[in-house]
């Protein structure tokens, strides 16, 4: 057997952790010849509940999972850790601003991207809970962690357009490739149709309305979030758990050829995005770390919302620069 993969997971009392843990544990994750250890964070009022958890993880059985730590201390969940999957915050309360939720859940970030450093030196950190991008740029501007290793989820957007074309051109969803989600984990996100391939060829030869596209497809991506949380009464746990393990696993993997991943990532000024923003740009593996996929083209309607994305991220940073 393989040495263990150490994963820590914070919110791990949460609703979305509770669709991720079971899978790490499983074997379905990394493979049925990996053993995993988790180590799963928490704030002190959940512990009870995280308890729980971990009974239900004894009561599986799971082959592959070698331990379980639960603690409320970061330093301590994050020691020896190969991957983290940061998910705990707080969610968004009535009446609550965009800005409010950064302010309520930024400070989290500084004291867990300090505790990163405690982590192994191939570590990878998927920063889930919300305002993600910017949650992220918080934990990477306090870790002494190389900044390559830190990504915020744009996976379940990716997830869901891809869902969309696939329903709308009436083809399997492994036919959709090409497809990039740029910006913000936000209503504004740009989720983007024009460089996006089905069955191999230009998705306006399988689309042709492209009012739909415009006006049905990119608002319905940017507000799915709020359409779920309608009809199910909170938000989306199970397709964000999977959103969150496809990612960590595209991080791990030769991207496949000619396609490329989603994710939010550290700008060094490509397509114009301000250097040291963490934007949601196409990606691909390469050797031990990424690149970002350069060469795309926008349209000038295209371009639009990018850049309406781009300016919601730098004010985004403005209001959390004294934790930066
Ligand atoms: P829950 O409220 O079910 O769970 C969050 C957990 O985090 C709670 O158990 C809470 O005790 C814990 N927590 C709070 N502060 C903490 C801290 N300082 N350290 C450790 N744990 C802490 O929310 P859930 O539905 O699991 O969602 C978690 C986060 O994911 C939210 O911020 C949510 O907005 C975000 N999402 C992000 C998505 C993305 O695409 N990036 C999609 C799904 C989801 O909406």
Known sequence: MADPIRVAVTGAAGQI???AIFRLASGAVFGPDQPVQLSLLEIPPAMKVLESVAMELDDCAFPTLTGVTMTDQAEQAFDGINA?????????????????????????????GKALNRAASDVRVVVVGNPCNTNCLIAMSNSDVPKD???????????RAKTMLANKAQVPVTDVTNLAVWGNHSNNQYPDFENARIQGRPL????????????TFVPDVQTRGAVVIKARGSSSAAS?????????????????????????????????????????????????????????????????????????????????KDLL
């Open 17 to 19: 952790a509770y669709s």
């Open 84 to 112: 983290a999957l940061m998910i705990g915050s707080r969610p968004r309360g009535p009446g609550m601003e965009r800005a409010d939720l950064i302010r309520v859940n930024g400070p989290i970030f500084v004291g867990q």
């Open 149 to 159: 290793r830190f990504s915020a989820m744009m996976r379940l957007d990716y997830n």
């Open 204 to 215: 306006s030869e399988m689309i042709t309305d492209e009012s739909w596209l415009k006006d």
């Open 240 to 320: 964000g758990a999977i959103a969150a393990l496809d990612h960590l696993l595209s991080f791990r993997q030769p991207t496949p050829a000619g396609d490329w991943f989603v994710a939010a990532v550290l700008s060094a000024g490509q397509y114009g995005v301000d250097p040291g923003l963490i934007f949601g740009y196409p990606l691909r593996v390469k050797g031990e770390g990424w690149e970002i996929v350069e060469g795309l083209t926008m349209s000038d309607w295209g371009r639009t919302k990018f850049e309406k994305v781009l300016d919601e991220l730098r004010q985004e940073r403005e209001v959390v």
